[in-house]
C-alpha cells in the first residue's frame, strides 16, 4: 500500500485533473438518467399483474384505465363534448364514459340507476382515461388544461405525474439545504475555516461521478434520485474528516508533507475501509429484495460507497495537500466542548441505562413488527395537495373507485357470459364493460363498430372492464382480488388475468412482505460476518448489531405507539440504511475503547472515550439526523418525506444508543470481550488497584 500511496501523493496535478473532469462528465451523463416514479414497474417480472399487463398491452391497443377525471355542472350532451375533448389530450389513449356502458340515448330512467351512477352523478360526469406512461406529464397538463381548476383528476397516472414534477423540483431544494447543514455542522465540530469546503470539495466530486454513472443502470426508481445522493454525503462524510485529522497527527512527527500524508495514508486505511465496507454490506443487502426498488436504491447507494473511499484515497490526498497551507492559516477555536462530563456522566449511568435498555428491546421489537402499512401509492399525497383535494372531491360524489380489467380466452360465450354474471354479483363491482354485457352476444363481431371492437376483443382474447367501489389496498380491497382471481380460476383455469391498481397493490404486498424477513437476516449476517472478521472477535460483533437494531426497533415501534401508518418500502428500506450507516458509530466507539483498555481501567475508559469521539461522532450523526428531517419536511412524496423522517429520527436514535448505551455493554461485558477477542490485551491493575476500581 505504501508504494501505491507514494505514487498518489508524487502525482496531485493528474490526479485532481482526473476527477475533475470525471466529474463534469458525471454532471453531463446525470442528465440522460431516467428517472422512474411508477412503482408497478418494480415488480418481479413473474408477479401476476406483471404478467397480466404485458399479455395485455400485447393484445389491446389501450391499457389499463389508469386516472378518473371528473367535470362538474354538465348535461349528457356537454360531457360526451368533454369526452372528446379528453380523447383528443396528448398521451391520452382511451376514455371510457356512460355511452359504453348503456344506451344513453333512451331515457336514464329506464337504465340500471346503479351503473349509471358510476358514470354521471348530481350532474358531474366521471371518466375513466387510460394515459399513456411514458407521456403522463404530457397528458396530465393537457387534461387539467382541458377540465380547469374547477374541477378534479386522480389515479395512478396523475400520482405519478404529480410524483413527478414535484419530487425533481424539491430534490434541487433538498440537495442546497443538505450541503448548507452540513457546512455548518462542519463548521462547527471542526477548527479550521476551510477544512469543511476541502471536504465538501470532496464529497462532491464523489457525488457528481456516482450521479453520472447511474446511467449504466439506464433508469433509477425516484427513491434513488431524492435520497440516493444525500445518503452517500451522510454516511461518507467521516472518511474525510478522520484522513485529515490522522495527516495532522502524523506532521507533528514527520514535518515532510507528502510522507506525513502517506503515513497517515497507511494508518487510516484498515479503519476507513473497515467502515466502509460495513456500510455497503447493508446497502447491498437490498439487491436481495425481489421489489426491485431495493436493488435499484442498494447498488447506486453501494457504488456510491465505493467511488467515496476511492476519492478519499486517490483525490482526497492530493487536494489536502494543495490546500492544507490555507486550513492552518485559518484555523479557528474549537466551538464544542471536551465533553469531559458527559464521559463521567456516561460511566455513571451506565448499568441503569442498560437494564433500560434491555427492557425495553423486546417491546421495540414486537411493536416494530406489527405496524399497519400503506404498500402501494395510492396515499403518497397528504390532503393539503391538489392531488389529495382533488382525489377527496371525486370520492364525495362518486365514492371510493378503482378500475380492474380481466382478459379472457375468446371461444366460448356461454362461460363468458357466466362468468360476467357471477361477477355482477359481487357487491363492489359497479359496472361491466364488456362484449358480452356491453353488445350483447347475440350481435356478430363485423356488424360492430372497429374501434369499440378493439377495446373489447382481440384475436386471443375477451376484455372486461370492472369499476369497483374499493379502495385501491387494505384488508377488504385484498380479499376483493382474492375472490376474483377464484372466481377466473374456477371458470378459466390458468387462462385468466386480472390487472388494475389494486391488484398491483395486492402482488406489491405479497412481494415486499416476503422480502422482509430475508433482507434484515442477510443485512445482520453480512454485517455481523463484517465485524467478526475485522474485529476478530466472537461477542463484540454481537454488541455491536444489537446496539444498533436494537435503535432500529425503537424508531419503528414509534409509528405503532403513535398508531399512524407506515409505508412498507420506507419501513423495508430504512431497516438497511440505519444498520448500514449507524453502525460506523458504534465501530468508532469501540475500536477506541478496545485502544484504551489497554492502558486503563475499565472504568477510566468509559470516560474516556467519549470525549475522544463524540466530534467525530456528532459530526455525521448530526448532518445525518438533519438531512433526514429536511427530506421529510421538504418532500411532499409520503414515502419519501417518511423515509426522511425515520432516517433522520434513526440516526439521532443510533446516536444516543452508540454514547449512552454501548459503553455500559462494553464495561458488563469487558471480560468476556477479552476471553473472545484474538490480539486483545487489557490492562489489569494489581489488588489494591482492583479494590480501589471497584469502589
Same mark, same amino acid.
Given at each position: 500500500?505504501?508504494?501505491?500511496?507514494?505514487?498518489?501523493?508524487?502525482?496531485?496535478?493528474?490526479?485532481?485533473?482526473?476527477? &475533475?473532469?470525471?466529474?463534469?462528465?458525471?454532471?453531463?451523463?446525470?442528465?440522460?438518467?431516467?428517472?422512474?416514479?411508477?412503482?408497478?414497474?418494480?415488480?418481479?417480472?413473474?408477479?401476476?399483474?406483471?404478467?397480466?399487463?404485458?399479455?395485455?398491452?400485447?393484445?389491446?391497443?389501450?391499457?389499463?384505465?389508469?386516472?378518473?377525471?371528473?367535470?362538474?355542472?354538465?348535461?349528457?350532451?356537454?360531457?360526451?363534448?368533454?369526452?372528446?375533448?379528453?380523447?383528443?389530450?396528448?398521451?391520452?389513449?382511451?376514455?371510457?364514459?356512460?355511452?359504453?356502458?348503456?344506451?344513453?340515448?333512451?331515457?336514464?330512467?329506464?337504465?340500471?340507476?346503479?351503473?349509471?351512477?358510476?358514470? +354521471?352523478?348530481?350532474?358531474?360526469?366521471?371518466?375513466?382515461?387510460?394515459?399513456?406512461?411514458?407521456?403522463?406529464?404530457?397528458?396530465?397538463?393537457?387534461?387539467?388544461?382541458?377540465?380547469?381548476?374547477?374541477?378534479?383528476?386522480?389515479?395512478?397516472?396523475?400520482?405519478?405525474?404529480?410524483?413527478?414534477?414535484?419530487?425533481?423540483?424539491?430534490?434541487?431544494?433538498?440537495?442546497?439545504?443538505?450541503?448548507?447543514?452540513?457546512?455548518?455542522?462542519?463548521?462547527?465540530?471542526?477548527?479550521?475555516?476551510?477544512?469543511?469546503?476541502?471536504?465538501?470539495?470532496?464529497?462532491? %466530486?464523489?457525488?457528481?461521478?456516482?450521479?453520472?454513472?447511474?446511467?449504466?443502470?439506464?433508469?433509477?426508481?425516484?427513491?434513488?434520485?431524492?435520497?440516493?445522493?444525500?445518503?452517500?454525503?451522510?454516511?461518507?462524510?467521516?472518511?474525510?474528516?478522520?484522513?485529515?485529522?490522522?495527516?495532522?497527527?502524523?506532521?507533528?512527527?514527520?514535518?515532510?508533507?507528502?510522507?506525513?500524508?502517506?503515513?497517515?495514508?497507511?494508518?487510516?486505511?484498515?479503519?476507513? &475501509?473497515?467502515?466502509?465496507?460495513?456500510?455497503?454490506?447493508?446497502?447491498?443487502?437490498?439487491?436481495?429484495?425481489?421489489?426491485?426498488?431495493?436493488?435499484?436504491?442498494?447498488?447506486?447507494?453501494?457504488?456510491?460507497?465505493?467511488?467515496?473511499?476511492?476519492?478519499?484515497? %486517490?483525490?482526497?490526498?492530493?487536494?489536502?495537500?494543495?490546500?492544507?497551507?490555507?486550513?492552518?492559516?485559518?484555523?479557528?477555536?474549537?466551538?464544542?466542548?471536551?465533553?469531559?462530563?458527559?464521559?463521567?456522566?456516561?460511566?455513571?449511568?451506565?448499568?441503569?441505562?442498560? %437494564?433500560?435498555?434491555?427492557?425495553?428491546?423486546?417491546?421495540?421489537?414486537?411493536?416494530?413488527?406489527?405496524?399497519?402499512?400503506?404498500?402501494?401509492?395510492?396515499?403518497?399525497?397528504?390532503?393539503?395537495?391538489? +392531488?389529495?383535494?382533488?382525489?377527496?372531491?371525486?370520492?364525495?360524489?362518486?365514492?371510493?373507485?378503482? $378500475?380492474?380489467?380481466?382478459?379472457?380466452?375468446?371461444?366460448?360465450?356461454?362461460?363468458?357470459?357466466?362468468? $360476467?354474471?357471477?361477477?355482477? *354479483?359481487?357487491?363492489?363491482?359497479?359496472?361491466?364493460?364488456?362484449?358480452?354485457?356491453?353488445?350483447?352476444?347475440?350481435?356478430?363481431?363485423? +356488424?360492430?363498430?372497429?374501434?369499440?371492437?378493439?377495446? &373489447?376483443?382481440?384475436?386471443? +382474447?375477451?376484455?372486461?372492464?370492472?369499476?369497483?367501489? $374499493?379502495?385501491?389496498?387494505?384488508?377488504?380491497?385484498?380479499?376483493?382480488? *382474492?375472490?376474483?382471481?377464484?372466481?377466473?380460476?374456477?371458470?378459466?383455469?390458468?387462462?385468466?388475468?386480472?390487472?388494475?391498481?389494486?391488484?398491483?397493490?395486492?402482488?406489491?404486498?405479497?412481494?415486499?412482505?416476503?422480502?422482509?424477513?430475508? /433482507?434484515?437476516?442477510?443485512?445482520?449476517?453480512? /454485517?455481523?460476518?463484517?465485524?467478526?472478521?475485522?474485529?476478530?472477535?466472537? %461477542?463484540?460483533?454481537?454488541?455491536?448489531?444489537?446496539?444498533?437494531?436494537?435503535?432500529?426497533?425503537?424508531?419503528?415501534?414509534?409509528?405503532?405507539?403513535?398508531?399512524?401508518?407506515?409505508?412498507?418500502?420506507?419501513?423495508?428500506?430504512?431497516?438497511?440504511?440505519? &444498520?448500514?450507516?449507524?453502525?460506523?458509530?458504534?465501530?468508532?466507539?469501540?475500536?477506541?475503547?478496545?485502544?484504551?483498555?489497554?492502558?486503563?481501567?475499565?472504568?477510566?475508559?468509559?470516560?474516556?472515550?467519549?470525549?475522544?469521539?463524540?466530534?467525530?461522532?456528532?459530526?455525521?450523526?448530526?448532518?445525518?439526523?438533519?438531512?433526514?428531517?429536511?427530506?421529510?419536511?421538504?418532500?411532499?412524496?409520503?414515502?419519501?418525506?417518511?423515509?426522511?423522517?425515520?432516517?433522520?429520527?434513526?440516526?439521532?436514535?443510533?446516536?444516543?444508543?452508540?454514547?449512552?448505551?454501548?459503553?455500559?455493554?462494553?464495561?458488563?461485558?469487558?471480560?468476556?470481550?477479552?476471553?473472545?477477542?484474538?490480539?486483545?490485551?487489557?490492562?489489569?491493575?494489581?489488588?489494591?488497584?482492583?479494590?480501589?476500581?471497584?469502589?
Amino acid at each position: 500500500m505504501k508504494k501505491f500511496y507514494t505514487k498518489v501523493v508524487n502525482n496531485p496535478k493528474k490526479i485532481m485533473v482526473f476527477f &475533475l473532469a470525471f466529474a463534469i462528465a458525471g454532471v453531463i451523463m446525470k442528465g440522460f438518467v431516467k428517472v422512474n416514479y411508477d412503482m408497478k414497474d418494480y415488480l418481479p417480472e413473474d408477479s401476476k399483474s406483471t404478467v397480466s399487463l404485458k399479455i395485455m398491452e400485447e393484445e389491446f391497443e389501450g391499457g389499463i384505465p389508469n386516472a378518473r377525471v371528473m367535470i362538474r355542472d354538465v348535461t349528457i350532451p356537454e360531457a360526451l363534448e368533454y369526452k372528446e375533448k379528453l380523447k383528443e389530450c396528448e398521451g391520452v389513449t382511451d376514455v371510457t364514459w356512460l355511452d359504453d356502458a348503456v344506451n344513453i340515448y333512451q331515457p336514464l330512467e329506464n337504465c340500471d340507476s346503479e351503473e349509471v351512477e358510476v358514470y +354521471y352523478k348530481d350532474h358531474a360526469a366521471l371518466f375513466t382515461v387510460t394515459i399513456e406512461a411514458e407521456k403522463r406529464i404530457e397528458a396530465v397538463n393537457a387534461i387539467r388544461t382541458v377540465i380547469g381548476d374547477d374541477n378534479a383528476m386522480t389515479g395512478d397516472a396523475v400520482s405519478s405525474a404529480v410524483a413527478t414534477t414535484s419530487t425533481e423540483k424539491e430534490v434541487k431544494v433538498i440537495s442546497i439545504f443538505a450541503v448548507l447543514i452540513v457546512l455548518l455542522v462542519l463548521c462547527i465540530t471542526t477548527s479550521s475555516w476551510v477544512e469543511p469546503l476541502v471536504v465538501l470539495a470532496g464529497l462532491g %466530486i464523489a457525488i457528481m461521478i456516482n450521479s453520472g454513472t447511474n446511467l449504466i443502470f439506464g433508469e433509477i426508481s425516484f427513491v434513488t434520485n431524492a435520497a440516493g445522493s444525500i445518503l452517500q454525503l451522510a454516511v461518507s462524510l467521516d472518511y474525510s474528516i478522520f484522513l485529515i485529522h490522522r495527516y495532522e497527527e502524523c506532521l507533528l512527527e514527520n514535518s515532510n508533507r507528502k510522507e506525513a500524508m502517506v503515513e497517515a495514508l497507511c494508518k487510516s486505511t484498515s479503519s476507513i &475501509l473497515s467502515s466502509g465496507l460495513t456500510t455497503v454490506i447493508g446497502f447491498l443487502a437490498l439487491l436481495f429484495m425481489r421489489f426491485q426498488i431495493g436493488p435499484d436504491l442498494g447498488m447506486a447507494l453501494a457504488k456510491g460507497v465505493v467511488i467515496s473511499l476511492i476519492t478519499v484515497f %486517490i483525490f482526497m490526498p492530493a487536494l489536502i495537500l494543495k490546500t492544507y497551507p490555507m486550513i492552518q492559516k485559518t484555523h479557528h477555536r474549537r466551538f464544542l466542548p471536551e465533553f469531559k462530563r458527559l464521559g463521567t456522566f456516561v460511566r455513571y449511568i451506565r448499568v441503569p441505562v442498560v %437494564i433500560l435498555f434491555l427492557i425495553i428491546m423486546i417491546p421495540a421489537f414486537l411493536a416494530s413488527n406489527n405496524n399497519s402499512y400503506y404498500y402501494g401509492s395510492a396515499h403518497i399525497f397528504g390532503m393539503d395537495t391538489q +392531488y389529495g383535494k382533488d382525489t377527496a372531491a371525486i370520492e364525495d360524489v362518486f365514492g371510493k373507485s378503482n $378500475t380492474y380489467a380481466i382478459m379472457i380466452p375468446t371461444g366460448d360465450p356461454e362461460v363468458e357470459k357466466q362468468l $360476467t354474471e357471477e361477477l355482477k *354479483e359481487i357487491p363492489e363491482v359497479k359496472s361491466i364493460v364488456s362484449y358480452a354485457n356491453t353488445v350483447g352476444l347475440e350481435i356478430p363481431q363485423e +356488424y360492430l363498430d372497429e374501434e369499440i371492437l378493439s377495446k &373489447l376483443v382481440s384475436d386471443k +382474447y375477451s376484455r372486461m372492464i370492472l369499476s369497483m367501489e $374499493t379502495d385501491y389496498e387494505g384488508e377488504s380491497t385484498f380479499a376483493l382480488v *382474492e375472490k376474483i382471481r377464484d372466481i377466473l380460476n374456477h371458470y378459466y383455469p390458468e387462462k385468466s388475468y386480472l390487472a388494475g391498481e389494486g391488484v398491483s397493490t395486492y402482488d406489491l404486498m405479497d412481494t415486499i412482505t416476503a422480502d422482509t424477513i430475508k /433482507v434484515n437476516l442477510i443485512a445482520i449476517a453480512a /454485517v455481523f460476518l463484517v465485524l467478526l472478521l475485522s474485529m476478530k472477535s466472537l %461477542i463484540l460483533p454481537v454488541i455491536l448489531v444489537l446496539t444498533i437494531e436494537t435503535a432500529i426497533w425503537i424508531n419503528m415501534a414509534i409509528p405503532y405507539f403513535w398508531d399512524s401508518k407506515v409505508f412498507y418500502i420506507a419501513y423495508l428500506i430504512i431497516s438497511s440504511i440505519q &444498520l448500514g450507516a449507524t453502525v460506523d458509530y458504534a465501530i468508532l466507539l469501540t475500536d477506541r475503547y478496545l485502544e484504551m483498555r489497554q492502558t486503563m481501567v475499565k472504568k477510566e475508559a468509559i470516560s474516556k472515550v467519549i470525549p475522544a469521539v463524540i466530534v467525530s461522532l456528532l459530526t455525521t450523526g448530526i448532518a445525518m439526523t438533519v438531512i433526514g428531517f429536511i427530506l421529510a419536511d421538504v418532500s411532499s412524496h409520503g414515502i419519501l418525506s417518511q423515509l426522511g423522517r425515520y432516517l433522520g429520527r434513526g440516526s439521532l436514535l443510533s446516536l444516543a444508543c452508540v454514547i449512552f448505551v454501548l459503553p455500559g455493554l462494553l464495561y458488563i461485558f469487558d471480560g468476556l470481550i477479552q476471553k473472545t477477542t484474538k490480539g486483545v490485551t487489557f490492562y489489569h491493575p494489581g489488588k489494591e488497584q482492583s479494590k480501589h476500581e471497584k469502589q
